[in-house]
């Protein structure tokens, strides 16, 4: 996530650098980031660079975990994300919007879901970062406001509940993963498609400059007023399973991560979801 976000910001300060006249050339780190933690080096200069029409949408995109429209988006707006996946070397976009498919992809994901509701690392990861209120995040700039997730009262309060482990890994054993992963991925049930971009590998350079190509490509359907939310269930599964294989998880869970992964791989046949980094 974070190199990702290492490459949203890179792309917001090229865009940004335009409306104030700016060029700017993005020196990548072509060594070990992940050793180094220097991603690139920006050149500004003065220059008659064309301002950007992203720009605009720089203050206007934002996560939105409401329930979206399920009405079709016009062909235009594939076009137009289209055209700007194009502009990074490598990267590929691919649309699911049949209804059938939307189905089979939220089924996929409801069994990587279990997985990773039942998994106690996973699980102290996100509670770490939850601050309980605004105020709270606001003093000490870390994590997220609870409110964030959308969950609504019901979710707050079962968010609060099951903070402890033991709770949470006892609730699980009567099938409360399953009702919690269901709940999460519903919005697949209520949008007009799930879109997935993917880089040749998964070298930290090429999830940077995903990073770039997700931001641009987001921030034109903010440009067009579409609500956007990240669903990264699939990616994190794939990812862990290509550098680790399945060892970091619970061997219960094996199976159904293999049959999540392989289902959400059918949905996408023109892609090598083993091997190409998914965004």
């Known amino acids: 996530a974070a190199l990702l976000s290492s490459g949203a910001v890179l792309e917001n300060i090229k865009i940004a650098a335009s409306a104030f006249g700016l060029s700017c050339d993005i020196n990548f780190n072509e060594g070990n980031i992940l050793e180094s933690f220097e991603v690139a080096t920006l050149n500004l200069k003065k220059s008659d660079v064309k301002r950007d029409a992203l720009f605009r949408s720089i203050w206007d995109r934002c996560t939105n975990r409401k329930q979206y429209s399920r009405k079709k988006l016009e062909p235009f707006v594939f076009e137009e994300i289209n055209k700007i996946a194009k502009e990074f070397p490598g990267v590929n976009l691919h649309i699911v919007e049949d ?14 879901g279990i997985a990773r509701t039942e998994n106690p690392l996973v699980h102290e990861f996100l509670n770490h970062h939850i601050r309980y209120t605004f105020p709270i995040a606001q003093k000490e700039k870390t994590g997220f406001p609870l409110d964030n997730l959308e969950a609504g009262a019901a979710g707050n309060f079962m968010l609060k509940a099951t903070k402890n482990w033991k709770v949470m890994n006892f609730l699980c054993k009567f099938g409360f993963a399953k009702i919690v992963s269901t709940k999460v991925e519903e919005g697949i049930d209520n949008c007009g498609a799930c879109i997935l971009l993917t880089v040749p590998n998964n070298s930290a350079l090429n999830y940077v400059k995903g990073g770039q190509a997700i931001e641009r490509v987001w921030l034109k359907l903010s440009e067009m007023g579409i609500s956007t939310q990240p669903m990264t269930t699939v990616n994190f599964f794939q990812l862990r399973q290509q550098l680790e294989g399945l060892n970091s998880f619970d061997s219960k869970h094996h199976q159904l991560i293999k049959d999540g992964l392989a289902d959400a791989a059918k949905i996408f046949p023109n892609e090598d979801m083993q091997n190409r980094g998914q965004i």
């Open 99 to 112: 209804r059938d498919k939307l189905k089979e992809l939220k089924s996929a994901l409801v069994k990587l």
